[in-house]
């Protein structure tokens, strides 16, 4: 889009403009190779999610409910059979990466970072048949800017029932397409700004299909702010910094600063974790804790009176559903972690479907976990004492859990999740489509890539 040179476009850029130059400035050739890499590893780690996400019942009553009103079929939707055009795509897509409560988080902020942006930037490079280097270019354009917002916000805003995802998530989808798009410096301004009056998400939906309808809602609601913003919609100059904007209406304690802080030095992809299990972040410690001594003890659930955790404050506020009943539920139970942990070794989707959570096994367990908070023990910490009914205690205390930056999953195991993960709905495809996922910077264009994700 050619520059509109408006009055606010030549006054002194306030941080959303000085977001929207970074975003659309953006060149993959600046882009350190750590970084490259680790968007890589963030689009293997994401789409596995997608692709496993695409057959659950939330995504079919979106492409039920929502597909009759649609417009061509532009995009693939991972996972499915099915093609969308882009706006459905971005909305179906990005449920599908949420729903099983797999994909990364930047520990940090709290937020799945990935889920907005690739929900959004997929099907559009899909149409536009963009290649593999612009495509990681916007994503970490993209990456960079919700994670910036997400600390701008800081704590207060997710304390006070925000859930950041969403919230922060809408302005990376935003800022991804309009790299994209290529777009100016005025009409990534705007899309931020559409992007700031759409954006939504409440931690009361936690364990409902509704969770994930925000990263949807962020990925749509992001493509569809672009869209309008190269329509020359436009939306106020200052929306996020602003005396009435985006951070100090939605936060009691803001950081203006944190919003451009260290552009193109600092980079927020780097600080990203990817989950070895399929639950709540604030979950893993815990599990972590369970099936290691597991292991070293060869302990199973009849050999146990009590498994008793201390874990982190946010761990019981988000995830202290003593008796969960669906899969969904299970996801946000500390409870249902240990116990499965236990009895199973392990944490992956199986653990945390609707039979497992169901299970005489895994509810007699359960019912012996007890949590209490210990506020001298961090978010990736956990205590966990297991007395087995002969009177024998063990203890061990998880310092920091796989899948931290301490302790991170290596390529090798995000590939193996991602083939895990994907089997089901690609089949004898799986490991092409991971092949083209690791070669996605040199890739000469996405549609290729695109279309082996679909089911």
């Known amino acids: 889009m050619a520059s509109t040179q408006t009055p606010s476009s030549v006054a002194e850029a306030g941080a959303t403009r000085l977001l929207a130059r970074f975003a659309v400035g953006l060149r993959f050739e600046q882009l350190p190779p750590a970084v490259v890499a680790e968007a890589v590893r963030a689009c293997v780690n994401l789409l596995g999610c997608s692709v496993f996400g695409g057959r659950h019942p939330s995504v079919d009553k979106v492409v039920a409910a929502l597909g009759p009103f649609g417009g061509p079929p532009q995009a693939t939707l991972p996972g499915r059979p099915e093609r969308a055009d882009c706006l459905l795509a971005a909305l179906a897509s990005g449920i599908a990466s949420h729903v099983g409560d797999f994909d990364d988080t930047h520990p940090d902020t709290l937020v799945h970072p990935s889920g907005p942006v690739l929900s959004a930037l997929l099907p559009l490079a899909e149409m536009r048949r963009a290649s593999g280097s612009e495509f990681i270019a916007a994503f970490v354009a993209g990456v960079e800017v919700e994670c910036r917002i997400a600390r701008a916000l800081q704590s207060a805003h997710y304390d006070q029932g925000w859930h950041i995802t969403g919230t922060a998530g809408i302005f990376g989808a935003a800022a991804a397409c309009s790299r994209l798009m290529n777009l100016d410096e005025d009409a990534c301004t705007w899309a931020l700004g559409i992007a700031a009056t759409q954006s939504a998400g409440l931690r009361a939906m936690f364990g409902s299909m509704s969770k994930s309808l925000h990263v949807g809602r962020a990925a749509q609601g992001g493509l569809s702010a672009a869209l309008l913003a190269a329509q020359g919609f436009t939306s106020a100059e200052a929306a996020l910094e602003g005396k009435l904007g985006f951070i100090h209406v939605l936060s009691s304690v803001p950081n203006p600063q944190a919003l451009t802080t260290s552009l ?53 506020e988000l995830t202290g559903k003593p008796t969960p009943r669906t899969g969904l539920e299970g996801k946000f139970s500390v409870f249902h972690g240990a116990a499965v942990g236990i009895i199973d070794g392990a944490g992956g989707e199986a653990e945390f479907s609707d039979a497992r959570v169901q299970a005489a096994d895994t509810t007699a367990l359960r019912s012996r976990v007890t949590a209490r908070v210990d506020p001298q023990l961090g978010m990736e910490q956990a205590l966990v004492v297991i007395t087995t009914v002969q009177g024998q205690k063990f203890t061990l205390r998880v310092e920091h859990c796989i899948g931290s930056l301490e302790r991170p999953l290596s390529d090798a195991a995000l590939d193996a999740k991602f083939l895990a993960l994907a089997q089901g709905a690609l089949g004898l495809r799986a490991p092409a489509a991971l092949r083209a996922l690791r070669d996605l910077p040199s890739a000469a264009n996405c549609t290729d890539v695109s279309r082996l994700l679909a089911g």
């Open 264 to 316: 193109h030095g600092d980079w927020e992809l780097l600080r990203n974790t990817y989950k070895p299990f399929a639950c709540g972040l604030v979950i893993h410690p815990a599990l972590d804790g369970c099936i290691e001594l597991r292991e070293r003890h060869g302990l199973r659930a009849d050999d146990i009176a009590s498994i008793e955790l201390s874990v982190h404050r946010l761990t019981l």
